[in-house]
């Protein structure tokens, strides 16, 4: 049984920052994986904001380029978002997904993954 487990979420400022975690265990990454962040705000859809795989490639969402960084230092370790200079429309809830395959067009795609974690809510007050 996967189990993801994200943490680091909160209330801050725009232009602040914050740092979200994400531990995953059963989780025995292999060759292949994919993991991401996604995220989702009251009456929005869930979006892709970054993902990372096994190859080292990492994706992007347009709306966060230069400002958030993903991070993983190996597979058995948790998986970060850096987020950086934040503004009042990345508040929502934070989810982290993990996925057996190396995902390359489809790494920012939720339907793609099949491991989620509960959420951390981060809030951006203007």
């Known amino acids: 049984q996967v189990q993801l487990v994200e943490s680091g979420g909160g209330s801050v400022q725009a232009g602040g920052s914050l740092r979200l975690s994400c531990a995953a265990s059963?989780?025995?990454?292999?060759?292949?994986?994919?993991m991401g962040w996604f995220r989702q705000a009251p009456g929005k859809e869930r979006e892709g904001v970054a993902a990372?795989?096994?190859?080292?490639?990492?994706k992007y969402a347009d709306s966060v380029k230069d400002r958030f960084t993903i991070s993983q230092g190996n597979a058995k370790k948790p998986l970060y978002l850096q987020m950086n200079s934040l503004k009042p429309e990345d508040t929502a809830m934070y989810y982290c997904?993990?996925?057996?395959?190396?995902?390359?067009?489809?790494?920012?795609?939720?339907?793609?993954?099949?491991?989620w974690g509960q959420g951390t809510q981060v809030t951006v007050s203007s």
């Open positions: 997904a993990a996925e057996r395959r190396r995902l390359s067009l489809s790494l920012l795609v939720p339907a793609a993954y099949n491991n």
């Open positions: 990372i795989n096994s190859g080292g490639s990492t």
């Open positions: 059963g989780f025995t990454a292999s060759s292949s994986y994919s």
